[in-house]
C-alpha cells in the first residue's frame, strides 16, 4: 500500500522559512515522479514543484528562486525548502507520486497522495 506522510507545515512571518518533508513507502520510490502541490481557501490545487526520477525539477513561476524540491532516495523522503515565503504561499500542501512512465514529471496526473500539512505566512 502506497503511504505518503508529510511534516514540517506551521506559521511564519513573511520572509522566513519552512521546510517540508514526506516520507512515503509502498513502493520504488526511486523509479516514481513526486510532486508538491498546494491548495488554498477558495482555490484550485496548483502544482508548485516536481523532481523526476533523474533529479531534474521544475517549479511554478511563481515560486521560481525561493522553492527548492530534493529527494533522498534512500531515504525515501522527499522534501520542499520554502525561503523568502510570502501571505500569498498560504495553503494546505500536499506531496504526490505517481509512476513514471519517460515523460516529465510535471505532465502526469499523480495517483497517489499525503494528508497534507498547513502552511501559514502572515504579513
Known amino acids: 500500500q502506497v503511504q505518503l506522510v508529510e511534516s514540517g507545515g506551521g506559521s511564519v512571518q513573511a520572509g522566513g522559512s519552512l521546510r517540508l518533508s514526506c516520507a512515503v513507502s509502498?513502493?520504488?520510490?526511486?523509479?516514481?515522479?513526486m510532486g508538491w502541490f498546494r491548495q488554498a481557501p477558495g482555490k484550485e490545487r496548483e502544482g508548485v514543484a516536481y523532481?523526476?526520477?533523474?533529479?531534474?525539477?521544475s517549479y511554478a513561476d511563481s515560486v521560481k528562486g525561493r522553492f527548492i524540491i530534493s529527494r533522498d532516495n534512500a531515504k525515501n523522503t522527499l522534501y520542499l525548502q520554502m525561503d523568502s515565503l510570502k501571505p500569498e504561499d498560504t495553503a494546505m500542501y500536499y506531496c504526490?507520486?505517481?509512476?513514471?512512465?519517460?515523460?516529465?514529471?510535471?505532465?502526469?496526473?499523480?495517483?497517489?497522495w499525503g494528508q497534507g500539512t498547513q502552511v501559514t505566512v502572515s504579513s
Open positions: 509502498g513502493y520504488t520510490y526511486s523509479s516514481y515522479c
Open positions: 504526490a507520486a505517481t509512476p513514471w512512465f519517460g515523460d516529465m514529471c510535471s505532465r502526469y496526473v499523480y495517483a497517489f
Open positions: 523532481i523526476d526520477t533523474d533529479g531534474s525539477t
